[in-house]
C-alpha cells in the first residue's frame, strides 16, 4: 500500500530544510562539512515517550522530533563510498534538528527518522 499521499497531503504536511554534507575536510580549527541545502516536504511533530523509549537514554537530552516524508533522511555513514558524510541536519521552526534515526519504509512511500535539536546551532 502506498502512504506516500499521506506525507504529502497539504493538510497535515509542510515545508522544511534539509541540509546534507558532501563530505569535508581538515582545517584550521578541525573538521568542516560541505553541505547542500535541499527542500523537503512532510509531516513533523515532537516525539512522544512512547517513541522515546526507543533511543538510549542518555542520548535523550533534548526536543526531539519525528518526521514523515517521501525522501529520505541519513544519519552518520560509515561505509566507504559515505567517508566523511555526517548526519543530515533538519531546519523546522528557526530549529536545527540532526537526524539520529531512519528507517526505509519507501516500499510504502515514505520514510520515518527522528531528530534531536541541536543546542547553541
Same mark, same amino acid.
Given at each position: 500500500?502506498?502512504?506516500? !499521499?499521506?506525507?504529502?497531503d497539504?493538510?497535515?504536511?509542510?515545508? !522544511?530544510?534539509?541540509?546534507?554534507?558532501?563530505?569535508g !575536510?581538515?582545517g584550521?580549527?578541525?573538521?568542516?562539512d560541505?553541505?547542500?541545502?535541499?527542500?523537503? !516536504?512532510?509531516?513533523?511533530s515532537?516525539? $512522544?515517550? &512512547?517513541?522515546?523509549?526507543d533511543?538510549?537514554?542518555?542520548?535523550?537530552?533534548h526536543?526531539?522530533?519525528?518526521?514523515n516524508?517521501?525522501?529520505?533522511?541519513?544519519?552518520? &555513514?560509515?561505509?566507504?563510498?559515505?567517508?566523511g558524510?555526517?548526519?543530515?541536519?533538519?531546519v523546522?521552526?528557526?530549529?536545527?534538528y &540532526?537526524?539520529?534515526?531512519?528507517?526505509?519504509? $519507501?516500499? &510504502?512511500?515514505?520514510?520515518w527518522?527522528?531528530?534531536?535539536?541541536?543546542?547553541?546551532a
Open positions: 500500500m502506498d502512504l506516500s !499521499f499521506v506525507v504529502t497539504p493538510d497535515l504536511a509542510e515545508a !522544511f530544510t534539509v541540509q546534507r554534507s558532501q563530505g !575536510f581538515y584550521a580549527g578541525g573538521w568542516s560541505n553541505y547542500v541545502t535541499l527542500n523537503y !516536504f512532510g509531516i513533523i515532537i516525539e $512522544s515517550p &512512547r517513541v522515546d523509549d533511543q538510549p537514554s542518555a542520548t535523550r537530552t526536543e526531539t522530533i519525528v518526521i516524508c517521501e525522501l529520505p533522511l541519513y544519519v552518520t &555513514r560509515l561505509s566507504s563510498q559515505d567517508e558524510s555526517t548526519s543530515d541536519l533538519v523546522w521552526h528557526g530549529g536545527n &540532526r537526524v539520529t534515526a531512519t528507517h526505509d519504509y $519507501s516500499p &510504502r512511500g515514505y520514510w527518522a527522528t531528530a534531536e535539536r541541536m543546542l547553541g
